[in-house]
């Protein structure tokens, strides 16, 4: 009997998913992507598109019937910049962040999103960061413009160290964020992010509903560092997310 009710609750949660979550989200998505095209016109500086860009992630969460709560957000100076480093298994992964920490932040986005028509000017416009991971030279030009952003106007960079999603686990850490926190000379911030993977698998399209918790961790001070201790960092960052990751 428990098995029946387990198995009509999860055709009801993907039905809802099917015709009320993901309906809205792409309603959300156009009309808040209009929003912020629009307001690129006025401010080239990126910081409108963020705050209509918070807007959007937490429409995409209510309509998905996700709560967010955060542990350690108190840790930040909501004046500060810094590189986020987190855990990436999830599509909603970057609207959970936008909802939760309130700093200005860019983060990277595969080369090929920039040239898909009104999505790529948007990201363009946003003042979001290409990156080309089979070209190592292009990949380090977009660290060197990352750390400039970073030092020149005092926002933050968002980076998945993973180089991308995945389905189980914590994959070994890229070297870029550490690197960037380097040459900017501020502090990295490892997140955990907990809860979002069951919410939305990979290769799924079935939102459920539920709770997820971002943990942030302590900054890293970067000062003094130099380039060459990229590595000793990434190692670093590495325990302390999979240490987050498992805090009761």
């Known amino acids: 009997m428990r098995s029946c009710w387990y198995d009509y609750g999860e055709t009801m949660s993907f039905v809802r998913s099917l015709l009320f979550s993901t309906p809205l989200i792409v309603v959300s998505t156009l009309l808040m992507g209009t929003l912020s095209l629009i307001a690129s016109f006025f401010d080239s500086s990126g910081n409108s598109q963020h705050r209509i860009a918070r807007g959007w992630a937490r429409m995409l969460l209510a309509v998905s019937f996700m709560r ?11 004046r500060g910049a810094y590189v986020f480093v987190a855990n990436h298994g999830s599509f909603m992964d970057i609207p959970a962040i936008l909802a939760t920490l309130p700093h200005q932040f860019r983060f990277f986005a595969k080369k090929g999103l920039f040239k898909i028509p009104a999505l790529g ?15 190592p ?20 960079v968002l980076n998945f160290p993973e180089g991308g999603r995945s389905a189980e686990g914590l994959r070994d ?16 911030v490892p997140l955990a992010l907990v809860g979002l993977r069951e919410l939305l698998p990979m290769g799924s399209a079935h939102l459920k509903s539920g709770e997820v918790l971002i943990r942030i961790g302590d900054p890293i001070p970067t ?13 670093r960052l590495y325990r302390e997310v999979a240490e987050l990751l498992k805090a009761g």
């Not at 292009?138 to 926002?155: N, T, V």
């Not at 070297?175 to 900017?184: D, L, R, V």
Request: glycine letters at 8%.
């Open 137 to 156: 030279r292009a990949s380090l030009k977009s660290m060197m413009e990352a750390a400039r952003i970073i030092s020149s106007r005092g926002i933050s």
């Open 121 to 135: 000017t948007h990201l363009k416009r946003a003042g979001h960061l290409p990156v080309d991971r089979s070209n």
């Open 173 to 188: 850490f890229k070297e870029g964020p550490a690197y960037i926190a380097i040459k900017a000379g501020v502090p990295v």
């Open 223 to 235: 000062k003094g560092m130099e380039a060459s201790d990229r590595l000793e960092l990434t190692q």
């Open 68 to 78: 967010v709560r955060s542990e350690g957000l108190e840790k930040l100076d909501p």
